[in-house]
C-alpha cells in the first residue's frame, strides 16, 4: 500500500508538472503573440507617419514642384496609405485584440479613403478654373476625415491596446501615438488649403511669359466624330462618352487644363487634362449621366488658361441624335 501511494503521488506530481509545464508554454505564446502584434501595429504607424509627413511637408513648401510632379506624389502618398491599410487589414490579432483590431481597420480606412478623394480632386484644385474652389473645397473636407482617424486611434485604438498590454504585465510592447495631420485643425481651413496649393509652381492663378492658349480640337460621342453645324448620330445604349482633345496653342505648358460638357443647357460635367507641352494634344473622356435620349444639343467648353487672350475657339456647340 505504501508502494502504490508512493507511486500515486509520484504520477501526481508529474502530472502537476506537465500541467504547469503546458500551462507556461501556452502563456508564453499568447504573450509573443501579443508582442508581435504590437510590433507590427508600431511599424505600420511609423510608415504612416513618414508618408504623412512627406504629404504636409510638400503642402507646406513644394519648392520647384510643378503641378504634374505635385499631384504624381499625391497620388503616390494616397497609394501608400492604401497599401498601409490592407497591410492592418492582414493582422493576425489575437483574441484580447479583437475590439482595437477593428478600431484600427476603420482608422486605415478614413486614411486610405480620404488620401485617396484628395489625390483625385488635385489636378482640379491646382486648375484656374471655376472648378477649382470645388477641389479645394472638397479636399479640406477630406482633411476633416484624416483628422478624425486621429482621434479615432488615440481615443479608442490605443489605449485599448496599450491597456491589454499592461494588464498582461508585457513591458515595452506599447504603440505609439500616430497624428497624421499636423498642427491640430490649421488643415481644416479652406484657405490654408488655398494658400499652399496656390505656391505650386504653375497652380491657380501662376502664369509664366509667352503666348498661352488652348484650342478645341476634336469631339467624339461613343467613337463618333461630331461636326460643329452638322447632325451625328450615335448609339448609346449604356453609355454616353465624350471624348474631348485640346491643342495647346501656346508657348508654355499648360497643367490642370479642365474641360466641361452639358446637353441641352443641364448640369455640367467636367474632366480634366494634367497637361499639355505646346503645341500638342491632349484629350480627357467624360461620361454623362443619365444616358441623353433623343436629339439633343451637346455644348463643349474649356475655360481660359492664366494669360489666354483669345477664346472663341475654347468653346462648341454640337446636335446629337441618340439612336
Avoid at 486621429?150 to 508585457?170: A, H, L, Q, S
Wanted: net charge negative; aromatic share 4%; proline share 3%.
Amino acid at each position: 500500500m505504501l508502494r502504490r501511494g508512493l507511486a500515486l503521488g509520484g504520477a501526481l506530481v508529474v502530472l502537476i508538472v506537465i500541467v504547469l509545464g503546458v500551462k507556461g508554454c501556452l502563456d508564453a505564446r499568447a504573450e509573443r503573440a501579443l508582442s508581435d502584434y504590437g510590433r507590427n501595429v508600431s511599424q505600420i504607424l511609423k510608415e504612416t507617419e513618414q508618408t504623412s509627413s512627406g504629404f504636409f511637408k510638400s503642402l507646406e513648401d513644394p519648392g520647384g514642384l510643378t503641378v504634374t510632379e505635385f499631384t504624381e506624389q499625391v497620388k503616390a502618398d494616397a497609394s501608400a496609405v492604401k497599401t498601409q491599410a490592407s497591410r492592418v487589414d492582414g493582422l493576425s490579432a489575437p483574441g484580447e485584440m479583437g475590439n482595437a483590431q477593428q478600431s484600427l481597420e476603420l482608422v486605415y480606412q478614413l486614411r486610405s479613403s480620404a488620401m485617396e478623394k484628395i489625390a483625385s480632386k488635385m489636378s482640379s484644385a491646382l486648375a484656374d478654373t471655376g472648378v477649382a474652389a470645388k477641389a479645394i473645397a472638397a479636399i479640406t473636407r477630406q482633411m476633416g476625415t484624416l483628422f478624425s482617424s486621429d482621434v479615432v486611434y488615440e481615443e479608442v485604438v490605443r489605449p485599448e491596446i496599450n491597456g491589454v498590454f499592461e494588464d498582461k504585465g508585457i513591458d515595452g510592447s506599447d504603440v505609439p501615438a500616430s497624428t497624421f495631420v499636423p498642427e491640430g485643425t490649421k488643415w481644416l481651413e479652406e484657405s490654408t488649403v488655398s494658400g499652399a496649393l496656390g505656391a505650386i509652381s504653375g497652380a491657380t492663378g501662376t502664369t509664366t511669359e509667352g503666348v498661352h492658349g488652348l484650342g478645341l480640337s476634336a469631339t467624339s460621342v461613343n467613337g463618333t466624330e461630331l461636326v460643329e453645324g452638322g447632325e451625328a448620330i450615335v448609339t448609346a445604349e449604356e453609355a454616353f462618352e465624350v471624348e474631348v482633345q485640346v491643342q495647346n496653342q501656346g508657348e508654355s505648358t499648360e497643367n490642370g487644363i479642365t474641360v466641361e460638357v452639358s446637353y441641352n443647357g443641364g448640369n455640367t460635367t467636367s474632366g480634366t487634362i494634367e497637361a499639355i507641352e505646346p503645341g500638342e494634344i491632349g484629350s480627357t473622356v467624360i461620361s454623362l449621366t443619365p444616358v441623353p435620349t433623343g436629339t439633343v444639343t451637346l455644348e463643349v467648353n474649356v475655360p481660359t488658361v492664366p494669360g489666354e487672350e483669345l477664346s472663341t475657339n475654347n468653346e462648341a456647340t454640337y446636335t446629337v441624335t441618340v439612336g
